[in-house]
C-alpha cells in the first residue's frame, strides 16, 4: 500500500469514526424523548382508570408534542446520515434505526390518542386487571428503550456485551407479548366496555405491542453493527 494510500485510509477511518460517535449522541437523544413520551403514556393510562379525563387530555397534548420533536429530530439526523455516508459503513442500518424509533414514537402517540378517545366516551372502567397488564407493557417497553440507550453506550467500546443486552430485550418483548394476549382476553371477557370501547381498547393494547416489536428491530440492528466488531 502506496503512503497517500495508507494516508487515506487512515482519514476515512477517523471521519467514520467522528461522524458514527455524532450519530449515536443523537440516536441517544431521541431515545431519551421516546421515554418522556412513554412515561407520559403511563401516567395518561391512570389517569384514565381513575377517570382523571380532563388530564388525559393534557397529557396527550404533552406526549403529541413529544412525538412531533422525535419526527423533525428523526430528519434532521436521517440528512445528517446522508450527507455524511461515504465516510458511514452502516449509514443504512443507522437510518433504518431511526426509523424504528421513529416508528415506536408513531405507536406511543396513537396509544395516547385512543386514551383520549376513550375519555370522551365518559367514565371508563378499567378492571384492576387490565390496567396491571396495561403498566407491565409501558414499562416493559421503557426498559427495552433503557437497554437500547445501553447498546449504544457499549456498541463501539464492549460488542460481545451488546448481544448479551439484546438477548435481554428478546426476553423483554416477548413477555409483552404474553401481556398483550391476556389483556386482549381481559378486554374481551369484560362486560364494563360497550362495542366502541371495546374496539378503541383493543387498539390502544395493539399499539402498546407494535411499539414493542419496533424496539426489538432496533436492537437487532445494533446487533448487527456490533458483529461487526467482535
Excluded: W
Excluded at 60 to 82: A, G, P, T
Excluded at 154 to 159: D, F, G, R, T
Amino acid at each position: 500500500m502506496s503512503e497517500e494510500s495508507l494516508r487515506l485510509e487512515l482519514s476515512i477511518g477517523r471521519n467514520e469514526s467522528i461522524a458514527e460517535s455524532n450519530i449515536v449522541e443523537r440516536v441517544k437523544g431521541l431515545i431519551r424523548d421516546v421515554v418522556r413520551e412513554f412515561k407520559e403514556v403511563l401516567s395518561q393510562v391512570k389517569d384514565l382508570s381513575e377517570d382523571k379525563l380532563e388530564l388525559v387530555k393534557v397529557r396527550h397534548e404533552r406526549i403529541r408534542s413529544i412525538k412531533n420533536s422525535i419526527e423533525n429530530n428523526s430528519i434532521i439526523l436521517v440528512e445528517y446520515i446522508v450527507r455524511v455516508s461515504p465516510a458511514l459503513i452502516h449509514k443504512d442500518i443507522y437510518i433504518s434505526i431511526v426509523n424504528g424509533i421513529l416508528k415506536s414514537a408513531e405507536s406511543c402517540e396513537a396509544t395516547s390518542y385512543r386514551a383520549l378517545a376513550l375519555s370522551t366516551k365518559g367514565s371508563v372502567k378499567v378492571s384492576d386487571m387490565l390496567y396491571a397488564l396495561l403498566e407491565s407493557m409501558i414499562k416493559n417497553s421503557i426498559t427495552m428503550l433503557e437497554e437500547l440507550d445501553n447498546m449504544l453506550t457499549l456498541i463501539s467500546v464492549n460488542p460481545k456485551r451488546v448481544g448479551e443486552i439484546y438477548n435481554n430485550i428478546v426476553k423483554t418483548e416477548d413477555s409483552t407479548d404474553d401481556f398483550y394476549r391476556h389483556a386482549l382476553v381481559e378486554v374481551v371477557k369484560s362486560k364494563e366496555f360497550d362495542a366502541g370501547s371495546l374496539i378503541l381498547m383493543k387498539e390502544l393494547i395493539d399499539k402498546l405491542e407494535d411499539a414493542a416489536d419496533h424496539l426489538k428491530d432496533i436492537g437487532t440492528n445494533l446487533k448487527y453493527i456490533s458483529l461487526h466488531r467482535l
